[in-house]
């Protein structure tokens, strides 16, 4: 029987470069169809490089200090982390899919600048055709005429792309009070505008600052509409600038927040996300104060009960709310934020008059959409997905996935779960028309939205760098994001199969974990501290008889130091390489730390959020993170899995680091 293994051999490069011929002859077959390309450019023209020039001393030594450089580049890169190995557990990176290696590589000969068509004629339109694979993975509507109709572009990385949807839900949300402030310094005052139909000027500041973002958007096209219908070439000409001035891009946001009188805007994160948003917040001056972060469950998911409670407050204090942001696959633990709980909270709120947009931080998660996305674009009933795998996905997880469609914009990363090189990020939006609030070109032209008539939206987006964050970027990275979509469709018969192997992993690892706690239970306490929602497992361990959380620390640490890339040694030389994080006191519920505590054996009372020498060991709980994301997880030499080889190796290297106490127990803490 064939198994989505099978099915996987010819997508890498693999742990041994086994298809290694299969990337030199496609590299060499597009690297000669390049150089063709530069000779017919105008072949009349004859060449430039005389061939006797290579005989010179000059060429030669040219030759000769280049290969020196390289090979000692290539040399120092045998220390590289061995990203693409099944012994490479650590962090987000795996081995890269081939079409989309080859592709950046032999995109880069002709070095695009995806800034504007000018620069990249063919590989924009395939930055934005990844745009909208992506946002069909999510389930928003992309054919022309949809409305809204979706778009998304690349990024340097989640990071970047976390920034652009803070960006444009600012831009968005402060438009309004612009153009009532705008509309007033031109004498204009329509009548019958907004979702209540009514003078522009009969909108209190809070109830603008809580239209939706369509609505904001329709709310633009009927001013703009009004006006023109004046026919007072005049007065639409000082409202477009007076709109201008009056923006918060214009005037800076804290000259805007005390003109309107307005409190800063809160952004809602959990606690478990990014630290991209707090710099984002930094970034945009909007302040890391202004960032509400709440709490989690015992899972390591945002709670909608303390959501709620910041959504009271903010409410409350008339604090605007630019937007809930859910992690769909946190950094840390793969956690899914409950989505679905978030739409239908913005649902509710809205009825009492606060509104926000819902951002997903997908950098992680979101190709893991295609394992629910039938190729006819429906999303699969869950009892379809489960046969796959033992308990994924959980009904949480499944709505999680299913309420994409409802939120406004996604983040999601190529280059982590979509197996194609650094620095591929997305940025993916519901309604393409927010491009239109955060033009840099002719604002004059777009400050009123009357420009419908002009260029169709679709051509326009071909100036990408007037919408975006960046300004000059790489057309390679667009190019191998599209072809390994491509090649690898993003849904269950493709990119699916992928990533349902990953989960298998993670489930069959997590398995192992419970198996392993009893095998282990008279050396070491071995807890898995939350069940994985996805392919990312995290393990507590504490020494036996300990009940120092210190201690505990410090044998983690000490475990996990053999395990770590060390630039001073060869990497051969690690049989396994991990990564680690820590759960930190008060980022997660107290009585679920107790918890965790507790399976581990270590006195909670030690738990504190100290500082200084001695809280600096007992403020967090140090736990072994694994990110199962290679696809060679399940196979290994001698019958034996690497998950298998894993195990064994842990077992050792407990057994090692439990037979030198020194250097993590001391002398004041209770061994028993
Ligand atoms: C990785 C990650 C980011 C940041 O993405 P970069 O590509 O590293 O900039 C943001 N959010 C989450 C959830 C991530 O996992």
């Known amino acids: 029987m064939k198994t989505d293994l099978d099915f996987l051999r010819p997508y890498f490069l693999g742990p041994a470069s086994e298809n290694e011929d299969v990337l030199e002859a496609l590299l060499l077959e597009f690297l000669r169809d390049h150089a063709y390309w530069r000779r017919n450019f105008h072949p009349e023209d004859g060449q430039r490089i005389d061939p006797g020039a290579r005989h010179s001393a000059e060429f030669q030594d040219f030759e000769e200090r280049t290969r020196r450089e390289l090979f000692a580049l290539s040399a120092e890169l045998k220390r590289a982390v061995p990203f693409f190995h099944p012994r490479y557990v ?95 310094a031109a004498e204009f005052d329509p009548d019958g505008v907004g979702p209540d139909e009514k003078p522009l000027t009969a909108y209190s500041a809070w109830e603008l600052t809580n239209l939706s973002i369509d609505e904001t958007i329709a709310l633009r096209r009927q001013v703009a509409r009004a006006a023109h219908d004046r026919e007072d070439a005049r007065m639409v000409h000082r409202l477009r600038r007076a709109v201008r001035e009056a923006r918060l891009e214009s005037m800076g946001a804290a000259s805007f927040f005390i003109e309107h009188g307005i409190k800063p805007p809160r952004l809602m994160v959990p606690v478990s996300a990014h630290y991209s948003w707090e710099k984002a917040m930094k970034v945009l001056g909007l302040g890391t104060a202004n960032l509400c972060k709440v709490g989690v469950d015992g899972a390591m998911r945002l709670e909608t009960d303390a959501l709620r409670q910041c959504l009271d407050e903010a409410a409350r204090d008339q604090m605007p709310v630019l937007g809930v942001i859910g992690m769909l696959g946190t950094t840390e633990f793969g956690a899914i934020d409950p989505v679905h709980e978030i739409v239908a909270e913005r649902a509710a709120r809205r009825e009492s008059g606060l509104d926000f947009g819902i951002h997903v931080d997908a950098a992680w998660g979101g190709y893991l959409t295609s394992v629910f996305r039938d190729p006819d674009e429906s999303f699969v009933p869950r009892q379809t997905v489960r046969e796959g795998f033992e308990h994924f996905p959980s009904e949480h997880v499944y709505q999680a996935f299913r309420a994409i469609a409802d939120t406004d914009s996604v983040t999601v ?139 505990m620390n410090r044998f983690g640490r000490k475990l996990f130091s053999h395990m770590r890339v060390d630039p001073g040694q060869p990497i051969q030389i690690k049989e396994f390489i991990g990564s680690y994080t820590s759960l930190q006191h008060g980022s997660l519920p107290e009585h679920h730390a107790v918890r965790i505590l507790a399976d581990l054996h270590v006195d909670p009372s030690g738990f504190a959020d100290l500082t200084g020498d001695v809280g600096a060991e007992a403020d967090h709980i140090f736990v072994l993170r694994h990110t199962l994301m290679n696809p060679w997880l399940m196979t290994g030499p001698a019958d034996k899995t690497y998950i298998d ?28």
């Open 90 to 184: 650590g962090h987000m990176s795996s081995d890269l899919l081939l079409p989309g290696l080859i592709a950046k590589l032999v995109t880069t000969l002709y070095n695009p600048n995806n800034v504007s068509e000018e620069g990249a004629p063919v590989t924009l339109d395939k930055e934005l055709r990844v745009g909208i694979q992506l946002a069909r993975l999510f389930g928003f509507a992309t054919e022309d005429g949809a409305e809204p109709c979706a778009w998304g572009h690349l990024t340097s990385g989640g990071t970047v792309a976390n920034y652009e949807a803070l960006w444009n839900f600012r831009s968005v949300k402060f438009y309004p009070l612009a153009l009532q402030a705008g509309a007033a």
């Open 413 to 551: 990363d190529p280059h982590k779960l979509g197996y194609v090189p650094y620095a591929a990020g997305a940025f993916v939006a519901r309604n393409r028309e927010v491009v239109d609030f955060i033009t840099q070109q002719a604002a004059y032209v777009f400050d009123l939205g009357d420009d419908e008539s002009e260029v169709p939206r679709s051509e326009k987006l071909h100036n990408l760098g007037q919408y975006v964050l960046e300004g000059s970027k790489s057309g390679a990275a667009a190019a191998a994001a599209y072809v390994t979509h491509r090649v690898l469709p993003l849904d269950r018969t493709g990119f699916g199969r992928l990533l349902g192997v990953t989960v298998r992993a993670a489930e069959r690892f997590h398995a192992a974990a419970l198996t392993m706690a009893d095998r282990l239970a008279d050396r070491v306490h071995l807890v898995v501290p939350f069940e994985p929602d996805t392919n990312l497992v995290c393990l507590g361990l504490n020494p036996k008889g300990n009940t120092s959380l210190a201690a």
């Open 645 to 672: 080889l894993y195990w064994e190796y842990l077992e050792r290297s407990i057994e090692a680091v439990l037979a030198e106490p020194a250097m993590w127990r001391s002398s004041d803490e209770s061994i028993k």
